[in-house]
């Protein structure tokens, strides 16, 4: 059994059999429930395999702090990491990514 209680703002506090968890409410949720939350731009394209030699997603080209921060991330930062995103492919051995 699940139990939701509301401890504040932006977070919920859960309970299940096996103990409290927590979940936060992302940032893009819309502050007035009659307007949907913004898109996010990004770059993913669902080919999420990380090189270990380089750091980079072989999909997108981002290291994963930036996957993880992005949705956190303004829309000047998120264009600034896309922008230098082509130049990143050259870091990965090209043995591992398809025709450009």
């Known amino acids: 059994m699940v139990k939701l209680i509301p401890t504040g703002e932006k977070c ?47 999909g997108c080209f981002r290291t994963l702090s930036e996957i993880g921060g992005w949705s956190g991330l303004t829309e000047d930062q998120r264009a600034a990491v896309m922008a ?3 130049a990143r492919r050259t870091r990965i051995d090209p043995a591992l990514l398809g025709p450009a």
Do not use: H, W
Not at 18 to 38: C, D
Not at 40 to 49: Q, R, S
């Open 84 to 86: 230098g995103l082509p």
């Open 12 to 58: 919920n506090s859960f309970y299940s059999d096996t103990g409290p968890y927590f979940v936060f409410m992302s940032s893009t949720v819309a502050e007035n429930p009659q307007t949907p939350p913004r898109a996010v731009v990004t770059p993913c394209i669902k080919l999420c395999v990380v090189d270990g030699a380089s750091g980079l997603c072989l």
